[in-house]
T-cell receptor
Framework: KAGVTQTPRYLIKTRGQQVTLSCSPI?????VSWYQQTPGQGLQFLFE???????NKGNFPGRFSGRQFSNSRSEMNVSTLELGDSALYLC???????????FGPGTRLTVL | DAKTTQPPSMDCAEGRAANLPCNHS???????VYWYRQIHSQGPQYIIH???NNETNEMASLIITEDRKSSTLILPHATLRDTAVYYC???????????FGKGTKLSVKP
């Protein structure tokens, strides 16, 4: 069974731009969560989507948003990029809310 | 904040068992203990989880104390490829997100 896939794997943007990252969950998984990992703050939860509805949200500014499509694929968007948004963005999927989360390889975003 | 405490780093000789401890003294009765590991700049990899009984799979064993206030992840025969940061996470059954602490950096040495 294919794992969680994320595209693109690497991305370079400049301050003020916006970016969209994509995540395809494991087949049959309806929940997708997004995390940000930086050297200073570690792994932090951004938000979770389940059946196209945002179910949980971390403590991030409104510049960070997401959505989930009917096929469970998810996208996250960051608008007006700041240098501090440089990070590894991780997506994780699970079948149901009580199930184990499985992570994708991440998207490395660099903001110049 | 993370509900677990782990040593920041540990060393282990290749071929020996690696025993990684985790304290979770405030764990609730319906909360599970999960272990993930992250090899440099890759996504975290699920290892194992348990509620109160000891668990074993092809990767590792998880030993949870009777009072459930601590646990130990055991890698029976560590290899160089097991060098990674290991995260112990306490999570409720329907909780949406995982709360990661700083984990334990395990270095397996030849």
């Amino acid at each position: 069974k294919a794992g969680v896939t994320q595209t693109p794997r690497y991305l370079i943007k400049t301050r003020g731009q916006q970016v969209t990252l994509s995540c395809s969950p494991i087949s049959g998984h309806r929940s997708v969560s997004w995390y940000q990992q930086t050297p200073g703050q570690g792994l932090q939860f951004l938000f979770e989507y389940f059946s196209e509805t945002q179910r949980n949200k971390g403590n991030f500014p409104g510049r960070f948003s997401g959505r989930q499509f009917s096929n469970s694929r998810s996208e996250m968007n960051v608008s007006t990029l700041e240098l501090g948004d440089s990070a590894l963005y991780l997506c994780a999927s699970r079948r149901g809310r009580a199930d184990t989360q499985y992570f994708g390889p991440g998207t490395r975003l660099t903001v110049l | 904040d993370a509900k677990t405490t782990q040593p920041p780093s540990m060393d282990c000789a290749e071929g020996r068992a690696a025993n990684l401890p985790c304290n979770h003294s405030t764990i609730s009765g319906n909360e599970y203990v999960y272990w993930y590991r992250q090899i440099h700049s890759q996504g975290p990899q699920y290892i194992i989880h348990g509620l109160k009984n000891n668990e074993t799979n092809e990767m590792a064993s998880l030993i949870i104390t009777e009072d459930r206030k601590s646990s130990t992840l055991i890698l029976p025969h560590a290899t160089l490829r097991d060098t990674a940061v290991y995260y112990c996470i306490v999570r409720g059954g329907s909780q949406g997100n995982l709360i990661f602490g700083k984990g334990t950096k395990l270095s397996v040495k030849p």
